[in-house]
């Protein structure tokens, strides 16, 4: 059954490329910027966290490296966490009309949409290289462990989307509910600030977000080692990332079935 | 390889409807509120201890379909006729995979796509080139296959001027074109249409029908197609199913199934008594008695060979003498709703008592399919026109019964266009 599971999706990966095409095409269509906004978006979000948490809240560095160009590592980890979240959740509900009139495995639509948020990183991740450049602040060896955290990443925000879609199907009050928390993310997470200001007593619990430790490591990777890797943190970002995916895939399994009845 | 492509047994399929429970005592939004409140209170509590969220009482249980029973054949075109309701799309969409059955199971050997609704996936922002491929990748279709037939895809649809527009420009015409074009091309083991066909304009259409017609034809393929378009279904299919309020209540050929489908539901049929006791009807000095769609040969039958014709039989009685002259009317009408003739014949004047009617229908005048008959009695004792009776109560198929001698005038007789398909007069002769 599970082996079956993985071929029949297989054998629609043409369908699922197409689906990620679709959306990434789709966004920009009948816009002036087009793709001037997957630049834009991303860097004005960074100068207005730059803005409150250093030149306003003075908040200190980590290291040497330049307040922006940390607040932008800790972007590129959150964005992709929270646009997998979101988007993901709300995947199936998008696509209802597919859904109740053609068959076809129904991992295919949220993994499309992972798809998508591996394309988005990479955007980000040039500009993020761009930005490192004109700062003269280049990345060193450590860069070689971020495949580890962008898989890492793309887990943690892959399993709670994956479960919250099959839960979006029956009860649409998620639709509510996700885009306060993921708002309430960003700035619980620290994506503008390093996550040394969180007192020693305090720092464990602060983990149990398993946002923190993964941009505790892109940080690691990025800044020449500045931000220490706090392994602990990694450790539970890792237990937690694989069991809220476990748990979303199992879920999803077990409902799929009765999506096409529901939604 | 077995012969049989689709199984099923026992399949079927339940659904919960929920009734929205109406609080007549409610008039305030206050009231409303309060109420609304104490069910979300509920609601959380049986949430924490995994009970039911929505009470028992408010689900209904309802079968869409139960208890199918059926085998197709590979290359067999199935006609699935029923009023709404009557579980058509449910079947199709657990023979295609969509839904899971509640009961019962199904066994399909090929590559199955369903076409369930024209441009499904379909994203307005899109290009009419781009919308090719996504669409033909939801129908199950490899970007090389897509590829391949792409040019053939746009010439049937039309609108190679509009390739890079995207589709929201689109009028829904062209839409609908393009959608069924992808479609069309696609090559399937089993095809499953659900009332798609009729899009377009009246050209279009028939071009759609061809296509169908050809997909059909090629090698092995098998089609179910869903249609209240009985004239299609007569005329694409050679065996059809009927189902009634969720059950098969007929699968065999095609003519017996859409005559049984017309039978059930208005009471129709090839031969029928009218109530002697109807109020009024005969106060006013006539009124039917029956009809009757009879053979050539006098035997009362609802299927016409088209190649000899029938005979409506119609009885009246007489309650009061009648002076003037009395009319006997029926009218033919075709499946879509056409008339296609009226016959009367006059006579009179009638003394009192019973009288029948016959009226020969020729060979070589009906085309293929389904006509209703309704018949009339009328007078014009007062001045004008007076119609003592109407009924509208009979139906009768047309066929063609293949026969090897019978020569082949048309090539696709069967699908031959018109109300009518007379056998006329013609003279040919050579003028240099």
Redesign the interface.
């Known amino acids: 059954m599970q082996r079956h599971f993985w071929r029949k999706a297989w054998r629609f990966r043409?369908?699922f490329l197409?689906?990620a095409w679709?959306d990434l095409?789709?966004r920009y269509?009948?816009t002036i910027l087009g793709l001037g906004w997957a630049v834009l978006k991303p860097l004005l979000t960074m100068a207005a966290l730059t803005i409150v948490f250093s030149a306003l809240a003075k908040l200190p560095t980590s290291g040497h490296a330049p307040y922006m160009i940390l607040v932008f590592t800790g972007l590129l980890a959150w964005n992709v966490v929270a646009y997998l979240i979101s988007e993901t959740s709300s995947s199936l509900l998008g696509?209802h009309?597919?859904?109740?009139?053609?068959?076809?495995p129904r991992i295919l639509i949220p993994a499309a949409t992972l798809l998508v948020a591996v394309v988005d990183f990479f955007l980000n991740f040039f500009i993020l290289l761009c930005l490192m450049a004109y700062f003269h602040y280049l990345p060193d060896w450590r860069i070689l462990f971020l495949p580890f955290f962008i898989v890492l990443v793309l887990l943690c925000g892959f399993g709670p989307g994956l479960w919250l879609a099959a839960i979006n199907v029956k009860y649409r009050d998620l639709r509510y509910v996700v885009p306060f928390i993921m708002q309430l993310g960003l700035f619980v997470s620290p994506v503008g600030f390093s996550s040394n200001i969180v007192p020693e007593r305090w720092q464990l619990l602060y983990s149990a977000n398993p946002i923190v430790g993964i941009i505790d490591g892109f940080r690691w990777c990025l800044l020449h080692g500045e931000e220490r890797l706090n392994l602990s943190a990694i450790g539970l970002s890792i237990l937690v990332s694989s069991v809220v995916f476990g748990l979303g895939l199992r879920r999803f399994r077990a409902t799929e079935?009765?999506f096409?009845?529901l939604i | 390889m077995s012969n049989v492509v689709i199984r099923a047994e026992r399949l079927g399929k339940k659904?919960t409807i929920s009734h929205q429970p109406s609080r007549p005592d409610l008039h305030s939004l206050r009231a409303e509120i309060g109420q609304q409140a104490e069910a979300i209170w509920k609601k959380a509590r049986s949430l924490v201890r995994n009970g039911a969220i929505v009470p028992r009482r408010d689900y209904e249980e309802y079968w869409a379909l139960k208890d199918a029973n059926f085998e197709i054949g590979r290359g067999d075109i199935i006609g699935i006729i029923g009023r709404n309701g009557a579980g058509k799309s449910t079947l199709l969409?657990l023979l295609?995979?969509?839904?899971?059955p509640s009961e019962g199971c199904v066994e399909i050997e090929g590559q199955?796509a369903?076409l369930?609704?024209v441009g499904?996936?379909f994203?307005p922002?899109?290009t009419g080139r781009?919308n090719v491929?996504?669409n033909g990748?939801?129908?199950?279709m490899?970007?090389n296959e897509v590829r391949k037939k792409f040019d053939e895809i746009v010439a049937f649809a039309g609108i190679e001027k509009f390739l890079d527009t995207?589709v929201k420009r689109y009028s829904s015409g062209m839409y609908v074109r393009l959608a069924f074009s992808v479609a069309a091309h696609l090559e399937p083991d089993i095809l499953i249409i659900d009332e798609v066909l009729a899009v377009g304009d009246a050209e279009f259409q028939k071009k759609c029908l061809g296509k169908v017609e050809e997909v059909a034809h090629s090698e092995g393929r098998t089609i179910l197609l869903v249609s209240h378009n009985i004239s299609i279904i007569t005329a694409l299919c050679r065996n059809a199913v009927l189902l009634e309020g969720g059950k098969i209540s007929n699968f065999g050929p095609v003519h017996e199934t859409v005559s049984q489908y017309f039978l059930r539901g208005k009471a129709t049929s090839f031969s029928v008594e009218f109530e002697p006791t109807r109020n009024d009807a005969g106060s006013r000095g006539a009124m039917l008695l029956g009809a009757q769609i009879q053979d050539a040969g006098g035997r009362p039958k609802g299927e016409v060979d088209v190649h000899v014709g029938c005979k409506v039989i119609m009885r009246y009685r007489v309650t009061n003498d009648m002076t003037k002259q009395a009319h006997v009317i029926f009218r033919f009408w075709n499946s879509e709703g056409q008339c296609a003739f009226v016959s009367t014949q006059s006579g009179g004047p009638f003394m009192r008592g019973d009288y029948q009617a016959e009226c020969r229908i020729p060979p070589e005048l009906l085309n293929c399919g389904l006509y209703f008959v309704d018949v009339a009695l009328m007078s014009t004792q007062f001045g004008e026109p007076h119609y003592f009776d109407e009924q509208s109560l009979l139906c009768a198929v047309a066929v063609e019964q293949t026969s090897e001698a019978r020569e082949i005038e048309f090539d696709h007789a069967h699908t031959a266009a018109g109300v009518l398909r007379p056998k006329l007069d013609w003279t040919i002769k050579q003028l240099t």
């Open positions: 043409e369908l197409i689906l679709r095409t789709v269509k009948q696509n009309n597919l859904i109740s009139k053609v068959y076809f079935r009765t096409a009845d | 659904y969409k295609s995979g969509i839904t899971e199955v369903s369930l609704e499904t996936g994203h922002e899109l781009e491929f996504l990748a939801i129908l199950g490899s970007r995207p």
